[in-house]
């Protein structure tokens, strides 16, 4: 109906009409097929049709066989032809006249009465069709509110809302390192490769202040001498050094990449669980679900892969420089631990800032992805219609909030990267002036300065790198809080649950009992309001009336794919919601 008004209100010079009437009643298809008619007249008109009677009054009628033309005239010559199109029209008159005489007519005597009838009944049925557009009108305006106020149609969500409401978004990002930690077996080893990797620059800091202090010697001979050894310890840093990175990079991305692709596994699982009903809402559109299974669990793996590995070398690195610098002197240790609230600070001005953007665009550009992916879905009928620009434009206006959010997150992160980085010259220049007072003042020598300084140095290098894996601790959070809203998220039907009873027999019977029935999304709307009817074992039943009448839902219902507000629904006289789903289902076909 959307469809056959888009295109009325476009006025157009050439009509295509493909099976237009197909989905609908009886009823509603000899309205529309009116309108079409007056539509049609003085414009270019091609109709694809079944019904044979939907195109009886066009001027001319082409016959498809095969990928070509086999016969082509008006409806009268087709038929005094005698060729498929008059086999077609006679086994259509004699599936009408098999229906009449099943239906105990007399078409006879009671063609006069139908005349002067048609009249009254085509207002009638115009005046039902009006008042369903209307209330469908007045429901559909209640939907993005509604839809608002639930993000689930199941039952029972309040207590898993409650408790991620109460839990910070760094306490669910631990709670999934923890769940996941069966597939991060592999950053066993490669944090042990880690703490290698890590003490390897403090014990370089530490050698190359000897150098140097070897080079101010005046003896050339031991000069050469230890310059030979401290050369060759740096051969070993270097072949140490580059096996621990490879070690460690390797297998933790490895320990990222094995959690991802499970994550990703249980995601999916879940989305096979909920309900009909948790897809209707807009919310959990294709775009939005696909984009939260694809970048969520990304997010989780750099920080698996990039951030934890990151971190472990980083501790290892401070570790040893604050030992190297207390054994050499514990002045200078002091005065660099003293500088590190200052660094930290800097590190969550930078997480903060890029924390609240990452929640922001999170929703923002699921709900321009949703957009782009029905686009795209669609992309037909958006060509059809020239409104490539309208979704361009639309597209555009989604991601522009977005867009000015991550500028002003960039200014802000980027002040605090800077920063950190500036406490690491800043925490270098002090130690070295005070190391210079310390050696004035006698408490110390030249050579626990150097050592004391280069471990210093390395210590605030190493925290400084944190700085550029800040921005990724803070999306794994926050993609941590939308992945437990999925997995922690019960499911009303679960479709793949093993539990429930199962018949020793079936044999087909199904019953509905007083069923009463809203689409959760939209729960003032009565579908179904009471209707009671029976399937019995070999027999045929059949469910007419107009559409939106209800009658793909009880199939629905009987299926389980939704719950009956009221009422029961029962296959061989046990209630659809006592049984063994998976069973259930296995015993139907639907076409």
């Known amino acids: 109906r959307i469809a056959i008004a888009r295109a009325i209100i476009r006025n157009p010079d050439v009509l295509l009409l493909d099976e237009a009437t197909s989905a609908l009643d009886t009823a509603s298809e000899r309205l529309v097929q009116d309108a079409l008619d007056k539509l049609s007249v003085d414009r270019t008109t091609i109709s694809i049709a079944h019904r044979l009677s939907t195109i009886r009054n066009c001027d001319q009628i082409y016959v498809v066989r095969e990928g070509i033309v086999s016969e082509n005239g008006t409806h009268d010559e087709l038929v005094v032809r005698g060729g498929e199109y008059a086999a077609m029209v006679r086994a259509q008159e004699l599936r009408q006249t098999v229906r009449a005489q099943t239906d105990g007519g007399d078409s006879s005597s009671g063609s006069d009465a139908g005349e002067n009838e048609e009249g009254d009944v085509d207002e009638l049925i115009a005046k039902e069709l009006k008042e369903q557009a209307l209330d469908l009108k007045a429901t559909t305006t209640r939907q993005t509110t509604e839809s608002a106020k639930r993000s689930s149609t199941g039952t029972g969500d309040d207590k898993p809302k409650k408790t991620l409401e109460d839990s910070s978004d760094m306490y669910l990002l631990m709670r999934l390192v923890w769940q996941y930690r069966g597939s991060m077996r592999a950053a066993i080893p490669g944090a042990l490769l880690a703490f290698i990797d890590g003490a390897v620059m403090p014990c370089f800091a530490l050698v190359f202040a000897r150098a140097l202090t070897a080079l101010a010697l005046k003896d050339m001979d031991e000069i050469k001498r230890k310059t030979d050894l401290y050369a060759n310890l740096f051969l070993v840093f270097s072949g140490v050094g580059g096996l621990a990175m490879f070690g460690r990079i390797g297998l933790f991305h490895i320990a990222g990449e094995n959690t991802t692709r499970q994550l990703r596994h249980d ?34 793996n750099k920080f698996v892969g990039t951030v934890i590995s990151t971190a472990t070398s980083t501790t290892a690195t ?85 867009h000015k959010s991550s500028i002003k997150s960039s200014v802000y992160s980027s002040f605090g990267f800077g920063f950190a980085q500036a406490c690491n010259m800043f925490i270098n220049a002090l130690v070295f002036f005070a190391g210079c007072r310390f050696i004035i003042n006698g408490w110390i020598g030249m050579d626990q300065l150097m050592n004391s300084l280069m471990a210093t140095m390395f210590a605030s290098m190493s925290i400084g790198m944190l700085a550029q894996v800040a921005p990724m601790i803070s999306k794994a959070a926050v993609a941590s809080r939308g992945i437990y809203t999925t997995l922690d998220r019960p499911s009303a039907i679960n479709g793949i649950d093993p539990t429930g009873d199962v018949v020793s027999s079936f044999e087909g019977n199904v019953s509905f009992d007083k069923i009463r029935f809203s689409y959760p999304i939209r729960p003032d709307t009565k579908i179904l309001k009471g209707i009671s009817f029976e399937a019995i074992s070999g027999k045929s039943v059949a469910l007419v009336g107009a559409s939106g009448s209800g009658k793909s839902t009880s199939i629905l219902l009987a299926q389980r794919l939704y719950d009956a507000g009221s009422g029961k629904v029962s296959v061989e006289e046990l209630g659809v919601r006592d049984w063994n789903i998976m069973a259930l289902r296995d015993n139907m076909a639907i076409v």
């Open 267 to 300: 995601l999916f699982v879940k989305f096979m669980t909920f309900e009909s009903g948790f897809y209707d809402d807009d919310k959990n559109g294709t775009g939005a679900l696909t984009s939260r299974l694809a970048t969520d669990a990304e997010d989780f």
């Open 318 to 402: 401070i570790i040893c420089a604050t030992v190297i610098a207390f054994v050499y002197d514990w002045h200078i240790a002091l005065l660099m631990m003293a500088c590190w609230p200052i660094q930290s600070y800097a590190q969550y001005w930078q997480a903060r800032a890029t924390w609240g953007a990452s929640m922001r665009l999170r929703e923002s550009y699921e709900l321009s992805g949703q957009s782009a992916a029905e686009t795209i879905r669609s992309i037909k009928t958006v060509a059809t219609l020239r409104r490539e620009e309208t979704f361009i434009r639309v597209f555009d206006e989604m991601n522009d909030a977005p």
